[in-house]
């Protein structure tokens, strides 16, 4: 493994620990906000921190076509502002768990197909194996979350949510690649798409009831914190610099790890801990991350 994919390679591995946590910090957040205001709340932070960059991005002379400012706002709608109101919801109503599981589990699928057809990468039978591992592994673990006790409508909304969640986040990591093959600059990429995401969603929320902000704890406030600094600034920095080093679908098999993180901190939190087919299924998820990432090109 080259000096390039090794620090590639450890920057995905690092931001699925970190958004895998992002979960359990939402369900915490939840209990008082509505998804909507939870994404706004999270990423109007965040744009604090990454408007800087974007001055002194301008003050370097850096000019912006129509084309490329196009392409910005498109990875902002659909990383930032349609991303996170569909995953919030899927937490909401499908809980924590389930959402990392549903989500990652499509995503090394989904964005190996996008990438096959949009960047021509090449997508071998190592990899197939390894993502049909992981998703069976997935597999093991969430079936009988889905289909043990009654479920309500509400449910199959956070379902449904994060299945488009999951075609969303194959799109942008797809989108976002092509984009850094030019641009090169993943904090600057990164500060773009939050702050362009993240206007979109204010005039949304304007609609909701701000009011529930004022009922929450000290807790959750350190939970919507950790959601804007750590998941949205260090997070989608590390996300991009991985992409920049490695193709899409490596990248992406990574998050894998997700649903592991999330299942650690509520375990902590909350003292849930995972049945012997949780463990089972989370072994082929990982094993499946190894055989995917190492997989040659």
Known sequence: MSESSSTGTIAAVTVAIIWGLSFVAARLALTTLTPLLLATLRFGIASLVFLPVIIEDLRHGATRTTRSLAELALLGLLSITMYFWLQYTGVKYAGAGVSALLVVGLIPILTGIASASLLKEKFGVRRVFGTVLGLTGIALITLPKLFLGEVDMLFYLGVLSLLADAILFALYSTLSRRLMTRARKPLVVTAYTTVMGTLALIPISLAENWSLTSSLQAGQWASILYLALVCSCAGYA???????????????????????????????????????????GGGAVILGSLLTSRARR
């Open 238 to 280: 590390l996300w991009n610099f991985a992409l920049s080093r490695l193709d899409a679908v490596k990248a992406a098999v990574w998050l894998y790890i997700e649903p592991v993180a999330a299942f650690v901190g509520e375990a902590l939190l909350w003292g849930i801990v995972p049945t012997p087919t949780t463990l089972v």
